[in-house]
């Protein structure tokens, strides 16, 4: 079982920038696909961001170029960059450990953090 803390999020203007940060504990993040999610207000969950036990990154469309997932094994830790930010970037950020994952979907008994909030102000 893997327990998952987020943090670094907040409040920015548009075009700025954030780094997220998920610690992980009780598990090895290496034997899991680690991936950000979001969900705005009235929205379901999205994927955002999945980097794959090899290294290998998939990211939504609508971040593409502009986030950056990263992947620390020996300090448990997954990191999300985020650059060129706007407004529809706004939502709560969640980080997940998935046993299986087909592109930005996770298969099941997916691990959650409890989220960290981002803010993008015009």
């Known amino acids: 079982q893997v327990q998952l803390v987020e943090s670094g999020g907040g409040s920015v203007q548009v075009g700025g920038s954030l780094r997220l940060s998920c610690a992980a504990s009780?598990?090895?993040?290496?034997?899991?696909?680690m991936g950000w999610f979001r969900q705005a207000p009235g929205k379901e969950r999205e994927g955002v961001a999945i980097?794959?036990?090899?290294?290998?990154?998939t990211y939504a469309d609508s971040v593409r170029g502009r986030f950056t997932i990263s992947q620390d094994n020996a300090k448990s830790t997954v990191d999300l960059e985020m650059n060129s930010l706007r407004p529809e970037d706004t939502a709560m950020y969640y980080c997940?450990?998935?046993?299986?994952?087909?592109?930005?979907?996770?298969?099941?008994?997916?691990?959650w953090g409890q989220g960290t909030q981002v803010t993008i102000s015009s």
């Open positions: 980097i794959g036990v090899s290294g290998t990154s």
């Open positions: 009780g598990d090895t993040i290496g034997r899991y696909f």
């Open positions: 997940a450990a998935c046993p299986t994952r087909i592109g930005l979907r996770c298969g099941a008994r997916v691990y």
